[in-house]
């Protein structure tokens, strides 16, 4: 029976009267990439950082690696790494001096650390560069050295926050290619990622938290039910004269499930009913859309998904350090499950 890296019971944490992390509960199963997503300001970093001792809980209780998240704070530490969004190095210092100067932090033996750190440099390709200094890397080569930095200590756990953001399509894929690897020697990895492709790419489960509760957990093929059914269609449909007005006619038709815009002129549509096309259609003509093409799509995505249970309000990323006032749940239009 596959043993719990990460239990959490009823984990809340508050500044002041506002609740960022609202009771909650989720487990992580040894040796599983779990997709940990949020809409900005949903309690997703601050949870994070709880998890990662940065932080102290409210109330509730957490084990991570077997060890009590407060009572055993220090125990916790040795068995976690931590890849933040922003990069941690010394761009001064070599590839190979920055991992040092870790490793000594860790109280990593001398002889064993340059052991680890060339291990480390060949999983990531970047043996060859071992001796360059960090300034002359490109963003991809300092997050390799970054996303390493954390495996130094040997973590039974890895939290990694935003790891491809801001990467260009190649590295993106290496870095995933990496996670991967990491994740088949054993070590547990949680992931949060505003890039759905990437989540529903990787993940074993996805938890998705927003207004600090799990507003949804599973599987991605099974959490993609959710925006699924016998008579669900999920289409694209482009407009060539869109306007928010329009988009807000066909959101408020009663057969349509999800609504994503695209770009400036095309909406991924999920909607239920047999004559769901044809209303959708009928509703854009008579508000003097212009249709320049449909496109059938064979099933929804993790995107579908997240704005289905979220909603579609945008939020801003300051809102999870503002003051309560910025946080209210307010009567933010929600995507309809059915």
């Not at 002359?136 to 890895?158: C, D, H, W, Y």
């Not at 059938?296 to 704005?307: A, I, K, M, R, Y």
Request: proline content about 3%.
């Amino acid at each position: 029976m596959t043993k719990n890296a990460i239990e959490i019971h009823k984990l809340t944490k508050k500044f002041g009267n506002f609740t960022a992390v609202d009771n909650l509960s989720l487990n992580v199963k040894e040796g599983e990439i779990f997709g940990f997503l949020g809409p900005n300001g949903a309690g997703k970093s601050t949870t994070i950082r709880v998890l990662c001792t940065l932080a102290q809980p409210t109330s509730g209780y957490a084990k991570i690696a077997g060890f009590d998240l407060v009572k055993e704070s220090d125990r916790v530490r040795e068995n976690i790494g931590l890849v933040a969004e922003k990069m941690i190095m010394y761009d001064r210092l070599t590839a190979a001096e920055n991992l040092r100067f870790f490793g000594k932090l860790y109280d990593i033996p001398k002889q064993k650390l340059e052991g680890r750190i060339d291990e480390l440099l060949e999983l990531v390709d970047m043996q060859k560069w071992k001796d360059t200094q960090i300034s002359k890397f490109s963003t991809g080569m300092k997050q390799r050295i970054n996303v390493i930095r954390a495996l130094l200590p040997e973590p039974k756990i890895l939290f990694m926050d935003e790891p491809t953001l801001g990467l260009d399509p190649q590295t993106t894929f290496s870095i995933r290619d990496i996670i991967r690897d990491i994740n088949k020697s054993g070590v547990t990895v949680i992931l949060t990622t505003h890039a759905m492709s990437e989540a529903e790419a990787l993940s074993d489960r996805v938890a998705i938290i927003d207004h600090g509760k799990i507003a949804a957990l599973d599987t991605p093929e099974n959490l993609k039910k959710l925006v699924s059914s016998s008579d669900n269609t999920v289409f694209g449909i482009k407009i060539t004269n869109l306007t928010s007005e329009l988009i807000e006619k066909i959101d408020a038709l009663d057969c349509v499930t999800t609504l994503a815009q695209q770009d400036h002129h095309n909406l991924k549509i999920s909607a239920n009913g047999t004559n769901a096309m044809d209303r959708i259609i009928d509703t854009i003509r008579q508000e003097g859309g212009s249709i320049a093409s449909i496109t059938n799509s064979t099933e929804s995505t993790l995107e579908d998904v997240f704005l289905a249970v979220t909603g579609k309000q945008m939020r801003d990323e300051a809102s999870e350090k503002a003051s309560p006032a910025h946080h209210g749940h307010g009567n933010a239009p929600k995507a309809r499950v059915r």
